[in-house]
């Protein structure tokens, strides 16, 4: 299968943003040192459905040169960066994405780095584990197992494993503390608001911020707002949530009492319809609605578009809905805002989740396992964390034999 990206003459912008990021990958680089002689990846076919940016691609290089044979397509019509996608065509690696694709062409790009027969996949939201249980079940003896990268796709997997009808084994990287402490939290909090503030270049400080969840992403966002000086407002359903949130120092109210204060809103929960009609009448004039979830279905956009007088772009990024004598505006079409418009989590960050990425799935080959949803080994776990604190230079104390002795007993 050739590669099919918008623009391959845009390899040389992309091959820019690649190196930067391999600089800074210091835990994808020691597994690559680790293992790069061995090649235990030799003969395995790799299909990857992730956020197409640099670091993406790094960790899809990093896979080709111990061995497998990658494809890759991006998961998320607008996250896909067009240069990063011609450029990872030259590191032997087979692109089928670009940004902008119809709905449509996203479940073409999907079948086409299945028709390849994978050995082993990761999945971002769930969409490949979808696709080949409902559609291509052909594929499934074939498969040795996956990861997951995101909350979303693990509630998918876990509703698919309860019912045993998750037909190989996926590793559940987002439940791996190495990747939810870190990714979900610093990095969601961080790249959220570098996007929100790119897009709309306003201030933060003073502002009234919404946010609807407060799981480990929603914590992120709310500590990032926090410090940027704003005046946060959580929503949840969970109440062991809303009170951590309370005791986080925020205040917490239902959404329809949240709708008629927010400045600004963010969607972090993993649900649909969390911010629709109900709520937009009741909106303040001005106010900017994001969402930091995996699929455009946390604001509902539809609502949204039935509501509004008019339409229009008033910046890139940046859509404008007229309701009567106020404008809302939607930041990147109610897709995940940190992606769609921006350039993701922070390197170090993801260099954390993607070392875990490739060693489940150096674990899945080595490893027969039965289907099911697994969660990430702990020796996995602390190896990632050991790489990134030796990275970082930072050393830390070892039990001696008489503390894990004491660890270990029941008698004091």
């Not at 390899?11 to 040192?33: F, Q, R, T």
């Not at 607008?78 to 990063?84: E, K, N, P, R, W």
């Not at 109210?253 to 809103?265: C, N, R, S, V």
Request: aromatic share 6%; with cysteine; glycine share 8%.
């Amino acid at each position: 299968m050739e590669s099919k990206v918008k623009d391959l003459s845009l390899a040389s912008e992309g091959n820019k943003k690649i190196n930067w990021v391999k600089e800074k990958m210091a835990v994808l680089n020691k597994i690559k040192d680790e293992y790069i002689e061995d090649k235990p990846l030799k003969g395995k076919v790799v299909s990857i459905c992730l956020h197409l940016e640099a670091k993406t691609a790094y960790m899809a290089i990093v896979l080709s040169e111990l061995g497998a044979d990658v494809y890759i397509t991006g998961s998320n019509p607008l996250s896909t960066q067009d240069d990063v996608a011609a450029a990872l065509t030259k590191y032997g690696v087979t692109v089928y994405s670009w940004r902008g694709e119809t709905a449509e062409e996203y479940e073409k790009s999907l079948n086409k780095i299945l028709d390849v027969e994978p050995d082993l996949i990761i999945d971002d939201g769930g969409d490949l584990v979808s696709k080949i249980h409902n559609e291509r079940p052909e594929l499934i003896n074939n498969i040795i197992g996956g990861a997951e990268e995101t909350t979303t796709g693990i509630v998918r997997l876990k509703a698919l494993d309860n019912k045993n009808e998750l037909n190989f084994p996926m590793m559940s990287v987002n439940d791996a503390q190495a990747k939810y402490l870190f990714d979900n939290r610093y990095g969601t909090g961080q790249s959220v608001w570098e996007s929100i503030m790119r897009n709309t270049n306003m201030v933060v400080a003073g502002k009234d911020v919404v946010i609807a969840g407060y799981g480990w992403c929603g914590k992120g966002v709310a500590r990032r707002a926090d410090g940027l000086g704003a005046k946060v407002i959580v929503t949840e359903v969970d109440p062991f949530k809303a009170l951590e949130a309370k005791m986080d120092g925020h205040r917490v109210m239902p959404m329809d009492e949240a709708a008629k204060l927010g400045d600004i809103f963010v969607s972090v929960t993993g649900c649909k319809n969390v911010i629709n009609k109900n709520h937009f009448s009741s909106m303040k004039d001005g106010a900017i609605l994001a969402n930091a979830g995996h699929f455009n279905v946390e604001i509902n956009v539809e609502d949204l578009k039935e509501e509004a007088e008019q339409v229009k772009e008033v910046r890139e990024n940046v859509q404008g809905y007229q309701i009567g004598d106020k404008t809302l505006y939607l930041l990147a079409e109610g897709r995940l805002v940190n992606l769609a418009a921006g350039d993701g989590h922070p390197v170090e960050i993801m260099d954390m989740s993607f070392g875990l990425q490739i060693l489940s799935l150096l674990y899945l080959s080595e490893n027969d396992l039965l289907p099911g949803l697994y969660k990430v080994p702990k020796h996995i776990d602390k190896k990632v964390a050991n790489y990134r604190l030796k990275a970082e230079g930072i050393e830390i104390d070892k039990l001696n034999t008489e503390q894990k002795q004491y660890l270990e007993t029941w008698k004091i």
